[in-house]
């Protein structure tokens, strides 16, 4: 079983609509999560970051953690074609411990 | 400021050569990181430098996998000799900071690919 869990899409909606990206996970001791953006031929660039459950937004974006089922979630409203691109969701535990990554998500934002 | 820079951005060998890629932290990040990810699955860790040390390696796949990280700077990564199975996207991170918990800021990427 894979430590973190993410269907790959892809996944295709209109623009302005509400995208919903997902993840989960099962390693509890998991405290740090985070999303990442990755353009095509480029590197992951993060988007957001949580430690521990509940919400964060920026802007268009809301990532939620909900630690006691282990599932983290992304939010965008107002999509738009810019947001084309995959959305790795990303989990770490304290200190100097690895991250680990999902298999990402591949949005398309159709104009 | 410039990022975390990474080459060659692409590279075809065949199968029993030597590959060296090379990545450039941002300036001042202690941290480096390389990770790898093969067609169709997740990007996996491979080995995390504080400064010139090896904090954690334990994502090497075997002993064809070297990395150093000379003075602190720059890192190599020589896979010798390549095998079918190391094609794939290496990427290296660079953060501040004891734990990334700012977030790492990756390079684009080396795409390898043994023949």
């Known amino acids: 079983q894979k430590e973190v869990e993410q269907d790959p899409g892809p996944l295709s909606v209109p623009e302005g609509a509400i995208v919903s990206l997902n993840c989960t996970y099962s390693?509890?001791?998991?405290?740090?999560f985070m999303w990442y953006r990755q353009y095509s031929r480029k590197g992951p660039e993060l988007l957001m970051y949580?430690?521990?459950?509940g919400n964060k937004e920026d802007g268009r974006f809301t990532a939620q953690v909900d630690k006691s089922s282990k599932y983290i979630s992304l939010f965008i409203r107002d999509s738009q074609p810019s947001d084309s691109a995959t959305y790795l969701c990303?989990?770490?535990?304290?200190?100097?411990?690895?991250?680990?990554f999902g298999t990402g998500t591949k949005l398309q934002v159709i104009p | 400021e410039a990022g975390v820079t990474q080459f060659p951005s692409h590279s075809v060998i065949e199968k029993g050569q030597t590959v060296t890629l090379r990545c450039d932290p941002i300036?001042?990040?202690?941290?480096l990181y390389w990770y790898r990810r093969v067609m169709g699955k997740e990007i996996k860790f491979l080995l995390h430098?504080?400064?010139?040390?090896?904090?954690?390696e334990s994502g090497m796949p075997n002993n064809r996998f070297l990395a150093e990280r000379t003075g602190g700077t720059y890192s190599t990564l020589k896979v010798q000799p390549a095998e079918l199975e190391d094609s794939g996207v290496y990427f290296c991170?660079?953060?501040?900071?004891?734990?990334?918990?700012?977030?790492?800021?990756f390079g684009s990427g080396t795409r390898l690919t043994v023949v």
């Open positions: 949580t430690y521990s459950s």
């Open positions: 300036s001042g990040h202690d941290n």
């Open positions: 390693n509890s001791a998991f405290q740090y």
């Open positions: 990303a989990t770490k535990g304290g200190g100097y411990q690895k991250v680990t």
């Open positions: 430098f504080v400064k010139e040390s090896k904090q954690d």
């Open positions: 991170a660079s953060s501040q900071g004891w734990s990334g918990n700012y977030g790492y800021t």
